[in-house]
T-cell receptor, first 115, second 114 residues
């Protein structure tokens, strides 16, 4: 049973560039959430996708956008990269039950470095 | 507003010692969920436990145990007879019933020395 997978593992970009990160959920899961984890901090919620729509959003600017595909996989896009966007980006998947979902299971993350 | 506080930044113990990681939370919701995750050096967050606000029973799973006390808004995690493989950063997290947004604490780095 494959867990949550993310690609790429590492990424180096320069300020102003755009980046796309990818996530495949755990088998049987239909909901994907994205988190940003700065060095030495706890993860911060970016947004969540269910049924190909953004359902919840944290306190992140519009430069952060996403997409969910019919197979439940998801992308996180960040435009006009800033040095402060350097972080570990974690994807979590879960199964939706009623108005809330079951436990979120995390992938290994993508480490983004912005120079 | 919701908040999770993990006051212990770093804890160092010698193998076979017992260690307790503290977690204090703030929420105005009557229904909520509490979690503990483990983050080894590889970076992946590993789920350990989920409890809902109506279940204050303590739980034991092998060497791990959790003490949930609503009266003090605490959800502490104890590792008995620690092992080197327990070395990691441990995060406590909170979510309200009608949202999946996890609010994490800043984590506690546990180092277990042989």
């Amino acid at each position: 049973d494959a867990g949550v997978t993310q690609s790429p593992t590492h990424l180096i970009k320069t300020r102003g560039q755009q980046v796309t990160l990818r996530c495949s959920p755990k088998s049987g899961h239909d909901t994907v959430s994205w988190y940003q984890q700065a060095l030495g901090q706890g993860p911060q919620f970016i947004f969540q996708y269910y049924e190909e729509e953004e359902r919840q959003r944290g306190n992140f600017p519009d430069r952060f956008s996403g997409h969910q595909f019919p197979n439940y996989s998801s992308e996180l896009n960040v435009n006009a990269l800033l040095l402060g966007d350097s972080a570990l980006y974690l994807c979590a998947s879960s199964y939706r039950q009623g108005t809330s979902t079951d436990t979120q299971y995390f992938g290994p993350g993508t480490r983004l470095t912005v120079l | 507003a919701q908040k999770v506080t993990q006051a212990q930044t770093e804890i160092s113990v010698v193998e076979k010692e017992d260690v307790t990681l503290d977690c204090v939370y703030e929420t105005r919701d009557t229904t909520y969920y509490l979690f503990w995750y483990k983050q080894p050096p590889s970076g992946e967050l590993v789920f350990l436990i989920r409890r809902n606000s109506f279940d204050e029973q303590n739980e034991i799973s092998g060497r791990y145990s959790w003490n949930f006390q609503k009266s003090t808004s605490s959800f502490n995690f104890t590792i008995t007879a620690s092992q080197v493989v327990d070395s990691a950063v441990y995060f406590c997290a909170l979510s309200a019933y009608n949202t999946d947004k996890l609010i994490f604490g800043t984590g506690t780095r546990l180092q277990v020395f042989p």
